[in-house]
C-alpha cells in the first residue's frame, strides 16, 4: 500500500472509532491504541504534506488564536421554546395543536431530554463541515468553527451511507458529562486555579474561548437534535430526519423517542425526571415536537418560538442547608437587600453559597433566622431562592434578623417610601451606588464597553479614579496600567472600548443611564417618540410621558424625578462633551411603510439581515419571525425556508431584495 493509501485508510480507521464511541456509546478501541493511530498518521502527513485534507483528524486544531469572534446571521433563526411547566400545560399545548390543526386523533410527537448545554449550528457544503456558530440571539451567532472542529464527536466530512445534501445546516446542543466535568475541576483545585461553577459554564466557556488549542484540551461532546436549512434530501418528519443523522456520523440522544398521544407523552416527561439523577450529563426538563414536517408547517411560528413544540420543565431542585449569615447588600439604586450566607451546597451541578432574601417583609413572612436550616432552590434552575424554614431544626436562642437603619457601605440612613417595601439608602454617592451605576452603564444592554469587567469598575471606585459615569471617557492608559492584574497591553485596550463606544444609540445611553422603570425596550420608545434627541426627553413634561402608549404613570414619574435632579443633567451632559454621539435612530412615523408587518426568509447578497430589520423598524413598519394573517410582506432570498411555501398559500404579497429596496427608495 502506498503512502497516500496508508494515510486515507488511518483516516477512515479513526473516524470510525470516533463515530462508534460518540455516536453508537460502543468503543472498539482503547484511548492508548487510538492515540497511537493518531500519532501514526500525524507522522505520516508531516512527512507528507500534500496529502494532508481539511477532513483530516490531525486538522481539527490549528490557527492563531482570533482578536474577537465573528458574527454569522442563520439562514433559518433559531427560535427558543415555550415552557410548559407542568402535566396540565403539556395538555393544554396537546388541545392547542389538535384545534389549530383541525383533527381529534391523537398526535405522533418526538420527545427528548432537554440538554443543559449550549446551542450552536454546525453547517456541511457537499459532506464537509464548513463553519460552525453559536445560537445567539436567534438570528445572529459568532463564528466558532475552529472550536467546534476540536470536538472529536462533530464529523469533519459525512459518512456517505446515506444521500448526502448540498447542504446541510444541523443544530445541536454542546455539554460536558459530569465525569469530565470532575476531574477538569479537580485538577484545577490541584493546580491552585478557581473551579467552574458548572457543566454548562465549562462547555459554553470552552466554546467562547479565542484560541482553540484551550477548548481543544475540554472534552466537550455534542447531541444533534434538529434541522436548519437542508438541499438537496427532504424529509417527511422529524423521525426521519433524526435517524438519518448517525448514518452521516452526526450523533443524537439515544433516549429520543416517538409517542403517539397526550397521555404517553406526560409518562416520557415523568421517566425522563425520574432518571434525571442517574444520566451522565445535565438537563433541565424534556422536549415535545410535532413529528411530521407538514404538520409542523400548518402550525407555523410565534414571533420567538414554534407552535409545535414545547420544553416540558422539570420541578427545581431542592435542597437542605443552614444560613450561616445574613449581610445587607447595596444595590445601584440603593437598594438594601437581605442575603443569606449558606453553607455551600450542589444544586444541579452549581456550587450555591448565597441567596437573596429580598426583602425585610419577605423575610419577616418566612421568619429566616442565621443558624436556620432551609430548603432552598434555584428558581427556573437559574437564580438560588429560600423556600423554606425548617422549624423543627433550628437551634435555641435565634433572634430575628432585622435589616440595619444605616447603610452598611456608606453609613448615612436609609429609608423607605410609602408605596414600595425596599429600603434604600439615600446617598447619591454611596461607593456601593456608584459602581451598580458604573457597572450597569458599561454592561451590553448600555454602551456596551468591551473587556471592562467588574473588577476593573471595584478598583477604579475604590482608587477614586471613578465617581460617576461621566469619569469613564476620561480614563487614561496609565491609571488603568497602574492597577492590580493590569498591564500596558490591557489598558490600551479598555481606552479603545471607551472610545468605540461613544457611537451608541440614544436607547442605550438612556438604558445605560439606569433610570428606575425604564429597561431596554421602554428605552428604545423614547428614543422613537422623541426623535433620537435627549434634550427632548430632558425637557419632556408629565403629559408629553404619559400619552405614549407603553408608559405609564409609575414610569413618567421615574422618568421626571431622574431629569430633575441637575446632577444627573450635568453628568450627562459631560458624557455629550467627551465625545459621545447618537446614532440616528429617526423613526418615520407616516410613512407608505407605517404598521406593515414583514417577514424575510433566505440569504440576501446586499444587506445582511440586522440591516434590513434596522431599515423596516425606520419606517415605523414591523419585522416578525413567523408568517401569520398578519403578514403583509415576505422579502425572499435565495435558499429561502418553508415561510416561502406558507406565504404562497396564503397569498401573501412577496418581494425580493431588489424589490424590497427600491420600495424603500419609494418610501
Known amino acids: 500500500?502506498?503512502?497516500?493509501?496508508?494515510?486515507?485508510?488511518?483516516?477512515?480507521?479513526?473516524?470510525?472509532?470516533?463515530?462508534?464511541?460518540?455516536?453508537?456509546?460502543?468503543?472498539?478501541?482503547?484511548?492508548?491504541?487510538?492515540?497511537?493511530?493518531?500519532?501514526?498518521?500525524?507522522?505520516?502527513?508531516?512527512?507528507?504534506?500534500?496529502?494532508?485534507?481539511?477532513?483530516?483528524?490531525?486538522?481539527?486544531?490549528?490557527?492563531?488564536?482570533?482578536?474577537?469572534?465573528?458574527?454569522?446571521?442563520?439562514?433559518?433563526?433559531?427560535?427558543?421554546?415555550?415552557?410548559?411547566?407542568?402535566?396540565?400545560?403539556?395538555?393544554?399545548?396537546?388541545?392547542?395543536?389538535?384545534?389549530?390543526?383541525?383533527?381529534?386523533?391523537?398526535?405522533?410527537?418526538?420527545?427528548?431530554?432537554?440538554?443543559?448545554?449550549?446551542?450552536?449550528?454546525?453547517?456541511?457544503?457537499?459532506?464537509?463541515?464548513?463553519?460552525?456558530?453559536?445560537?445567539?440571539?436567534?438570528?445572529?451567532?459568532?463564528?466558532?468553527?475552529?472550536?467546534?472542529?476540536?470536538?472529536?464527536?462533530?464529523?469533519?466530512?459525512?459518512?456517505?451511507?446515506?444521500?448526502?445534501?448540498?447542504?446541510?445546516?444541523?443544530?445541536?446542543?454542546?455539554?460536558?458529562?459530569?465525569?469530565?466535568?470532575?476531574?477538569?475541576?479537580?485538577?484545577?483545585?490541584?493546580?491552585?486555579?478557581?473551579?467552574?461553577a458548572n457543566p454548562r459554564n465549562l462547555a459554553a466557556g470552552s466554546l467562547r474561548q479565542l484560541n482553540p488549542q484551550i477548548t481543544a484540551k475540554r472534552p466537550l461532546r455534542i447531541f444533534c437534535y434538529a434541522p436548519g436549512m437542508i438541499t438537496g434530501v427532504e424529509f417527511k418528519s422529524q423521525k426521519d430526519f433524526l435517524d438519518t443523522l448517525p448514518k452521516w456520523g452526526l450523533p443524537v440522544n439515544p433516549l429520543i423517542t416517538l409517542k403517539t398521544g397526550i397521555h404517553s407523552i406526560i409518562n416520557y416527561y415523568k421517566e425522563i425526571e425520574e432518571v434525571r439523577g442517574q444520566l451522565t450529563y445535565d438537563?433541565?426538563?424534556?422536549?415535545?415536537?410535532?413529528?411530521?414536517?407538514?404538520?409542523?408547517?400548518?402550525?407555523?411560528?410565534?414571533?420567538?418560538?414554534?407552535?409545535?413544540?414545547?420544553?416540558?420543565?422539570?420541578?427545581?431542585?431542592?435542597?437542605?442547608?443552614?444560613?450561616?449569615?445574613?449581610?445587607?447588600?447595596?444595590?445601584?439604586?440603593?437598594?438594601?437587600?437581605?442575603?443569606?450566607?449558606?453553607?455551600?451546597?450542589?444544586?444541579?451541578g452549581v456550587l450555591v453559597s448565597k441567596a437573596s432574601l429580598h426583602n425585610q417583609d419577605e423575610l419577616d413572612k418566612k421568619d429566616i433566622r442565621i443558624g436556620d436550616t432551609v430548603i432552598i432552590q434555584r428558581a427556573g434552575d437559574v437564580i438560588p431562592k429560600v423556600v423554606e424554614t425548617i422549624f423543627s431544626k433550628r437551634p435555641h436562642n435565634t433572634q430575628k434578623y432585622s435589616l440595619p437603619k444605616f447603610c452598611p457601605i456608606c453609613n448615612e440612613k436609609v429609608s423607605k417610601s410609602v408605596d414600595e417595601s425596599v429600603l434604600r439608602c439615600q446617598n447619591y454617592y454611596c461607593d456601593a451606588q456608584i459602581k451598580g451605576r458604573i457597572k450597569h452603564f458599561i454592561s451590553k444592554e448600555g454602551i456596551d464597553v468591551d473587556g471592562f469587567g467588574d473588577k476593573l469598575v471595584d478598583q477604579l471606585v475604590d482608587n477614586n479614579i471613578l465617581k460617576d459615569i461621566a469619569d469613564i471617557f476620561h480614563l487614561n492608559e496609565k491609571e488603568i496600567a497602574s492597577l492590580d492584574r493590569m498591564g500596558d497591553k490591557s489598558a490600551k485596550n479598555i481606552i479603545n472600548a471607551i472610545d468605540a463606544s461613544k457611537n451608541i444609540t440614544l436607547s442605550q445611553f438612556i438604558n445605560g443611564?439606569?433610570?428606575?422603570?425604564?429597561?431596554?425596550?421602554?428605552?428604545?420608545?423614547?428614543?422613537?417618540?422623541?426623535?433620537?434627541?435627549?434634550?427632548?426627553?430632558?425637557?419632556?413634561?408629565?403629559?408629553?410621558?404619559?400619552?405614549?402608549?407603553?408608559?405609564?404613570?409609575?414610569m413618567a414619574q421615574s422618568i421626571l424625578g431622574y431629569f430633575k435632579n441637575e446632577e444627573n443633567k450635568n453628568i450627562i451632559q459631560e458624557c455629550i462633551n467627551a465625545g459621545i454621539i447618537f446614532k440616528n435612530q429617526h423613526i418615520i412615523k407616516d410613512s407608505k411603510l407605517s404598521g406593515k408587518n414583514f417577514v424575510i426568509t433566505g440569504s440576501f447578497s446586499n444587506m445582511k439581515r440586522p440591516q434590513i430589520k434596522l431599515e423596516i423598524e425606520k419606517y415605523n413598519a414591523r419585522l416578525s419571525s413567523g408568517i401569520s394573517k398578519n403578514t403583509d410582506f415576505l422579502i425572499l432570498g435565495e435558499n429561502p425556508g418553508n415561510k416561502f411555501e406558507k406565504a404562497k398559500k396564503m397569498n401573501i404579497e412577496i418581494i425580493n431584495e431588489e424589490e424590497f429596496l427600491k420600495m424603500l427608495e419609494n418610501t
Open 283 to 348: 438537563i433541565d426538563g424534556t422536549v415535545f415536537k410535532v413529528n411530521s414536517y407538514s404538520k409542523q408547517k400548518l402550525l407555523g411560528v410565534r414571533s420567538k418560538s414554534p407552535r409545535w413544540a414545547i420544553a416540558g420543565k422539570f420541578k427545581a431542585e431542592q435542597i437542605q442547608t443552614i444560613i450561616n449569615d445574613i449581610i445587607a447588600s447595596v444595590g445601584r439604586t440603593g437598594s438594601i437587600t437581605p442575603v443569606a450566607i449558606l453553607e455551600p451546597v450542589s444544586i444541579g
Open 1 to 196: 500500500m502506498n503512502i497516500q493509501n496508508r494515510i486515507i485508510a488511518l483516516k477512515k480507521e479513526i473516524h470510525k472509532h470516533n463515530v462508534n464511541y460518540y455516536v453508537y456509546d460502543n468503543p472498539t478501541i482503547s484511548d492508548s491504541k487510538y492515540d497511537i493511530l493518531l500519532k501514526k498518521l500525524e507522522e505520516l502527513e508531516s512527512q507528507n504534506p500534500e496529502f494532508i485534507t481539511n477532513d483530516s483528524p490531525t486538522q481539527r486544531v490549528g490557527g492563531e488564536p482570533l482578536k474577537k469572534f465573528n458574527s454569522i446571521t442563520h439562514r433559518i433563526p433559531l427560535l427558543s421554546l415555550a415552557n410548559a411547566m407542568n402535566t396540565s400545560e403539556l395538555e393544554e399545548f396537546d388541545l392547542r395543536i389538535k384545534k389549530q390543526l383541525e383533527i381529534n386523533t391523537d398526535i405522533e410527537y418526538v420527545c427528548e431530554p432537554k440538554i443543559d448545554g449550549l446551542a450552536v449550528e454546525l453547517v456541511y457544503e457537499n459532506g464537509f463541515f464548513v463553519y460552525g456558530s453559536t445560537r445567539g440571539n436567534g438570528e445572529v451567532g459568532e463564528d466558532i468553527t475552529n472550536n467546534l472542529k476540536t470536538i472529536k464527536a462533530i464529523p469533519l466530512k459525512l459518512d456517505d451511507n446515506y444521500s448526502i445534501p448540498s447542504l446541510l445546516e444541523v443544530r445541536g446542543e454542546v455539554f460536558i458529562n459530569h465525569i469530565d466535568f470532575k476531574k477538569i475541576n479537580k485538577e484545577r483545585k490541584k493546580n491552585d486555579e478557581q473551579i467552574f
Open 513 to 554: 443611564l439606569g433610570i428606575r422603570n425604564v429597561g431596554v425596550h421602554a428605552s428604545k420608545i423614547l428614543d422613537q417618540t422623541f426623535n433620537g434627541k435627549i434634550e427632548n426627553i430632558i425637557n419632556a413634561d408629565y403629559e408629553s410621558l404619559i400619552v405614549i402608549h407603553e408608559v405609564g404613570e409609575i
